[in-house]
C-alpha cells in the first residue's frame, strides 16, 4: 500500500492546507481522491466571476490536468460531486460536462450549498478515479 | 481491476448524464460507489411532492435495488450521505432510515443544503457499499 | 475482505442510528470511512454552542480518537469534507485544522451549507482514511 499526495503543475494550486489529490495504490488498483476543485487556473489567479460557463469550463480543466498526472481520464472516474450556490447554474454546468466526458459517466451528486470558500466561486466539483497499476 | 457502470431496472432512471452506480472489483472486494438518490420511481416519475416520508422511502428503495443488483443489502453500506433541503425532516427521514437499515449502521454525515436540483425534491441519499468478491 | 463498525470509547457517541466509522479491509489495506463529526464530547455532551473555534477543536478531537482506535493519525487520511453553516467561519477551522495536520494534508472540499442537525453546530467533518493491513 502506497499513499502519494499530489499537487500537478498543469492544475491550479491549493487554495488552502489541501493536497489537490491522494493517491492510494492498493493492490492492482490505484484510487484517486481529488480535492474540490473551483475556479483557479494553473498560474493561481481565480477566473471567471459571475460566469459559470467559465467556471465550469476552469474547473473541469483543473479535474483533466489532475487525472492526467495519474495517467487517468473521465472514464475512470468513479464519482462525481458537484456543489453549486445557484441549482439554476445545473443547464450551464451540464453542458461543460458533456464537453468533458464522452464515454459511460459516473456516479454522481448534485446540490446547491450555501456559499463556497470565495465568493466569486459559483461551482465545486470533487472527485474520486480508480486505475489500474502494476 | 474491473469498473461496471449500471442503471439497474428496478431503480429510477439517471436523471442527467449520470450512471446511478460505478462498482469497482479490485482484489477480494467490489467497491459500489451509488449516485445521490432523489425521490423518482422505476418508471422515471417523480413522486411524494411535497412529502417526505413518502420521498424518503421511495429514495431507499431506490438504494435497496442498486444494492440488490450487486448482491448487496443495507448491511453492505459503508458509508451514507444524506442531503436535506430542511432539517426540519429530519424525524420523518430517521424513520424510514429504521425501516431499511436494520443491522449494524453506516457511517454516516447528514446536512441540509440550499437546494436540490428539482425544486420538489426534498431529500438525497449517497452511499458507497462494499461486498465480497471472487 | 472484511467490515468492522466502530463506536470508538474515547470519541463522541453517535447521535443517531449511524456507526462512527465503518473499517474496510482489503488486500494490504484498510480503509476506514468516518462519519461526519461535530462538536460532542466523549461523554456525549453537545460543546462550544456559538463558538466556532471550541466546535473545531472538539471535531478533530473527535477525528484524532476514531483514527487512533484504527492505528492511524491525520497523516493517513486521504481524503476530508468540511461542512459549515458560515463560510465566515473558515479562518477559524483553518487556524484548528493546522494544529492537527501538521505533515501533507489530505484532499479536501471545503462548503458551506444551510444547516446541520442541531441548531448549535457550525462545523461537521468527515473523512476517509487508509492503513497498512497484515
Not at 439554476?88 to 461543460?96: I, P, Q, T
Request: charge should be negative.
Amino acid at each position: 500500500m502506497k499513499k502519494i499526495h499530489q499537487n500537478p503543475a498543469g492544475a491550479a494550486p491549493p487554495a488552502g492546507q489541501y493536497s489537490q489529490a491522494v493517491r492510494l495504490e492498493t493492490g492492482d488498483t490505484a484510487l484517486v481522491f481529488v480535492s474540490g476543485q473551483i475556479a483557479v487556473d494553473a498560474a493561481g489567479n481565480r477566473v471567471g466571476a459571475g460566469d459559470i460557463a467559465a467556471q465550469a469550463t476552469q474547473v473541469f480543466e483543473n479535474l483533466s490536468a489532475i487525472l492526467a498526472a495519474n495517467g487517468a481520464t473521465f472514464a475512470d472516474v468513479v464519482k462525481m460531486n458537484t456543489y453549486l450556490t445557484d441549482i439554476g447554474h445545473r443547464a450551464a454546468v451540464a453542458e461543460a460536462r458533456r464537453r468533458y466526458i464522452t464515454g459511460e459517466p459516473p456516479a454522481s451528486t448534485l446540490v446547491a450549498v450555501r456559499e463556497l470558500a470565495h465568493p466569486d466561486w459559483l461551482i465545486e466539483v470533487e472527485v474520486v478515479a480508480a486505475v489500474a497499476v502494476g
